[in-house]
């Protein structure tokens, strides 16, 4: 079996056909993620990627695993993947294609780094983001599993992730429910409708805390219908298809591989899928070091900053760490397979509402893609720090529309705020980083 899936409390999945998650789930206080890992070290395919990167990096998907299981061969699994791009390219305009990573100096030099800079960019992704890597991933399951047709799939955004699933429910044929708030952009309901998604709107109850589009879609999971979602602990599946970003950008930077990597932060799925492609790639020999991973929020909501500081706390209560932090994230870093830290994480996951809850206030800010109020993916997330020598970075308004203005002004790419917001972290640590090599994800295009 090249790949398994299994949650971080030892269970098997809810469904052994639709494994997407822990079947403890809701019965206490643990973290419960379906995890997908490799059985083995797995070297990416080697050579500059291009082509579809779900046929490139297709052995490593669990869908692949399954269908070989089930008797499929290589080339039916490989007509498979074909078959859903040419759909998802009729209904998008384009299917999935490696996406442009390229050097940015006039940009490293607006923003102050002393380095050099990568952008990756993933503006001209399917749906305009890189959410739809996650819900292709889903879709190839979905395809193998033979679900049947009519089962309704449920999504809670109002944004680039329920874009991402209408296009692609709709390439595979599926009914899609999305939840979303009052406030939605007419713009973005018009699009979904006309993709054939059934938008459902959810009021903010008083005295029920958390985002009440999330409540909307877990009762319709619990009615039936399939989390067709960007948030692991709801679908663990969903990380896989985002890791194909990271792959990507190990074998685009393969000759000269990157230092630190900024990555914006909402549910944390994206940050999980980064982190869990670095790591593989790493363990397979393909990447020599981990980057610094820096993951970014705004102060508007930074549930993830948070916990992690919580964590950090409970780790310094146990051993010495030095007040810098780059000092500290180093020592973390080299500590990080110890009994102090390992035990701290066995905490962390045992104990998730002391870490991770939904922030208080309904947030806003420019970078409105990244305000979940709560970090669904953070352990995942915060791993992939602690692991890398990284940090959180919670920044300013400011900064977010600096960025933004920045990245607008020095490079051909039209990204949002919110797909710029990685860039804002490293506005914050411009000055500190002379001559290393720093990559961002330009993650959405501005609509
Ligand atoms: C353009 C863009 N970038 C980044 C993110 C953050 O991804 P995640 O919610 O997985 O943390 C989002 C989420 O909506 C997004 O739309
Ligand atoms: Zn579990």
Redo the contacts with the bound molecule.
């Keep these: 079996m090249p790949s398994t899936l299994r ?3 030892g ?1 098997e999945p809810v469904d052994a056909v639709l494994p997407f998650t ?1 079947s ?2 809701g019965k206490d206080d ?1 973290e ?1 993620v379906l995890v997908r890992s490799l059985s083995e070290p797995m070297a990416l395919p080697g050579g500059a990627p291009s082509g579809n990167p779900f046929l490139r990096y297709r052995r490593r998907l669990h869908a692949h695993t399954r269908a070989l299981a089930a008797g499929w061969d290589d080339a039916r699994f490989a007509a498979l993947v074909d078959r859903v791009d040419a759909a998802v390219a009729a209904v998008d305009g384009g299917g999935f294609r490696v996406t442009p990573c390229a050097e940015q100096p006039a940009l490293a030099a607006a923003c102050g780094h002393g380095g050099s800079l990568w952008v990756k960019d993933e503006t001209g992704n399917v749906s305009g983001s890189h959410k739809a890597r996650h819900l292709m991933g889903v879709a190839l399951h979905l395809e193998v599993a033979g679900v049947p047709r009519d089962t309704p799939l449920a999504i809670a955004s109002c944004g680039n992730a329920a874009l991402a699933a209408a296009v692609v429910a709709k390439a595979v044929q599926r009914p899609l429910q999305v939840f979303i708030p009052p406030d939605a952009s007419p713009a973005v309901v018009a699009r979904l409708e006309a993709l054939g998604a059934a938008s459902n709107v959810c009021e903010r109850q008083p005295g029920l805390p958390g985002d009440p589009c999330y409540h909307g879609f877990v009762e319709a999971v619990q009615g039936g219908a399939l989390p067709f979602t960007c948030q692991g602990p709801d679908n663990g599946l969903t990380i896989e298809g985002g890791q194909t970003l990271a792959w990507e950008l190990v074998e685009q930077l393969r000759a000269q591989p990157l230092d630190r990597l900024f990555v914006q932060v909402g549910g944390g799925a994206l940050a999980s899928a980064v982190a869990a492609g670095l790591q593989e790639a790493f363990e397979a020999g393909d990447l020599p070091q981990l980057p610094r991973l820096h993951l970014v929020q705004t102060q508007a909501a930074w549930p993830l900053a948070r916990a992690t500081l919580r964590l950090v706390d409970h780790i310094a209560q146990r051993m010495e760490l030095p007040t810098g932090f780059q000092d500290r994230a180093d020592v973390l870093a080299s500590a990080f397979d110890g009994p102090v830290v390992q035990d701290a994480l066995a905490w962390a996951r045992s104990a998730r509402s002391w870490l991770m809850w939904p922030w208080d206030d309904a947030p806003h800010s420019v970078a409105h893609g990244i305000l979940d109020d709560e970090t669904y993916d953070w352990y995942a997330a915060a791993v992939g720090m602690l692991r890398s020598g990284g940090w959180p970075l919670v920044v300013t308004e400011d900064q977010l529309i600096r960025a933004q203005r920045l990245a607008r002004a020095h490079t051909p790419i039209p990204v949002d705020p919110t797909g710029s917001s990685g860039l804002a972290g490293l506005l914050e640590l411009a000055g500190t980083m002379p001559g290393e090599r720093v990559g961002a994800l330009f993650t959405g295009v501005e609509r």
């Design positions: 949650c971080h409390c269970a822990c403890q789930r643990r419960h």
